[in-house]
């Protein structure tokens, strides 16, 4: 029973944590901060595959466990802890969405201004796009 409770405590702890390295992610989300964004989503990576093998401990043990209900608090915690790390998750992926957006319509307005720089106008007074002139010849 107490290996098991140990499990359930080490498994709230790296949920805990989670949720920080989510609330930090979408922090340099946000301020765009890829190369800190890079270590941060490798020690996430790390971070997540802790909480996998921990899953795969408490999945051996539990059905060891005569008093299930003994646990039960434990697990909601975790439940909830996880639920919170879904919810970070989620707002996390709107966030990378909109700055995608975002870096999208830059580009469209670039490639807009660059058209506009290379209007030029014929004899005829109707706008034309391309070279700006045929060149200077001597």
Same mark, same amino acid.
């Given at each position: 029973?107490?290996?098991?409770?140990?499990?359930?405590?080490?498994?709230?702890?790296?949920?805990?944590?989670?949720?920080?390295?989510?609330?930090?992610?979408?922090?340099?989300?946000?301020?765009?901060?890829? $190369?800190?964004?890079?270590? *941060?989503?490798?020690?996430?990576?790390? *971070?997540?595959?802790?909480?996998?093998?921990? $899953?795969?401990?408490?999945?051996?043990?539990?059905?060891?466990?005569?008093?299930?209900?003994?646990?039960? $608090?434990?697990?909601?915690?975790? $439940?909830?802890?996880?639920?919170?790390?879904?919810?970070?998750?989620?707002?996390?992926?709107?966030?990378?969405?909109?700055?995608? *957006?975002?870096?999208?319509?830059?580009?469209?307005?670039?490639?807009?201004?660059?058209?506009?720089?290379?209007?030029?106008?014929?004899?005829?007074?109707?706008?034309?796009?391309?070279?700006?002139?045929?060149?200077?010849?001597?």
């Amino acid at each position: 029973m107490s290996d098991m409770r140990d499990a359930l405590n080490q498994q709230q702890q790296q949920l805990k944590q989670l949720s920080l390295v989510l609330e930090n992610e979408l922090a340099l989300i946000s301020a765009r901060n890829a $190369d800190a964004l890079m270590k *941060l989503l490798e020690d996430k990576e790390s *971070l997540l595959n802790d909480i996998a093998e921990q $899953d795969r401990l408490i999945a051996r043990l539990y059905p060891a466990q005569e008093d299930k209900h003994a646990f039960e $608090d434990d697990i909601q915690l975790i $439940d909830k802890l996880l639920e919170e790390c879904r919810y970070r998750t989620d707002i996390n992926q709107k966030a990378v969405e909109q700055g995608q *957006l975002r870096l999208a319509h830059l580009r469209n307005m670039i490639v807009e201004s660059r058209a506009k720089e290379s209007m030029t106008y014929d004899k005829t007074g109707q706008t034309h796009s391309g070279n700006k002139g045929k060149g200077i010849s001597a």
